[in-house]
């Protein structure tokens, strides 16, 4: 019974990532490096998005992910430009906010993490093309609730 209920669980997560992937709502025009989710039950927040590259388009995704949906949100990918993935790496936390699972990262609901400080998860860029002369990156984060959330994180030279 028990795997019951559990595949239950993971059918109903699936079909709503699928059927209902979360599109960013903003009050307005979104600042680069910035984006605020609210789609149905999901309320997602990214700020301080920035890559920090260096001329080979190596180096890392800082910013702050702010969990306000009432349920676990996990980062499970991290896409830019030409096919480009991030390398999730989670923080010292073997468990809890920041801690990197089969799922993803986790973001408890009603917390924020920030990714690229001492301690905590980082997302690891390699070999990153398509920036933009306003020096800016399409990003795409893949979530397990709020779905695929795009964006422009900002551009610094690392």
């Given at each position: 019974m028990a795997l019951a209920v559990l595949s239950t669980g993971c059918a109903n997560s699936s079909s709503a990532q699928?059927?209902?992937t979360a599109s960013p709502s903003t009050g307005g025009t979104a600042a680069p490096g910035s984006v605020h989710v609210v789609a149905g039950e999901v309320d997602l927040t990214v700020t301080g998005a920035v890559a920090h590259l260096d001329r080979f388009g190596?180096?890392?995704l800082a910013m702050t992910v702010r969990n306000d949906d009432g349920v676990p949100e996990h980062l499970g990918m991290v896409a830019t430009p030409e096919g480009g993935r991030g390398e999730l790496v989670g923080g010292k936390s073997a468990e809890g906010d920041g801690s990197l699972s089969t799922a993803g990262i986790l973001v408890t609901s009603g917390t924020s993490v920030t990714f690229g400080v001492n301690g905590g998860p980082r997302v690891l860029l390699h070999h990153v093309r398509g920036a933009t002369a306003a020096h800016t990156l399409p990003v795409a984060l893949q979530f397990g609730v709020a779905g695929l959330v795009?964006?422009?994180?900002?551009v610094s030279s690392a």
């Amino acid at each position: 019974m028990a795997l019951a209920v559990l595949s239950t669980g993971c059918a109903n997560s699936s079909s709503a990532q699928t059927t209902d992937t979360a599109s960013p709502s903003t009050g307005g025009t979104a600042a680069p490096g910035s984006v605020h989710v609210v789609a149905g039950e999901v309320d997602l927040t990214v700020t301080g998005a920035v890559a920090h590259l260096d001329r080979f388009g190596d180096g890392s995704l800082a910013m702050t992910v702010r969990n306000d949906d009432g349920v676990p949100e996990h980062l499970g990918m991290v896409a830019t430009p030409e096919g480009g993935r991030g390398e999730l790496v989670g923080g010292k936390s073997a468990e809890g906010d920041g801690s990197l699972s089969t799922a993803g990262i986790l973001v408890t609901s009603g917390t924020s993490v920030t990714f690229g400080v001492n301690g905590g998860p980082r997302v690891l860029l390699h070999h990153v093309r398509g920036a933009t002369a306003a020096h800016t990156l399409p990003v795409a984060l893949q979530f397990g609730v709020a779905g695929l959330v795009r964006f422009q994180a900002r551009v610094s030279s690392a």
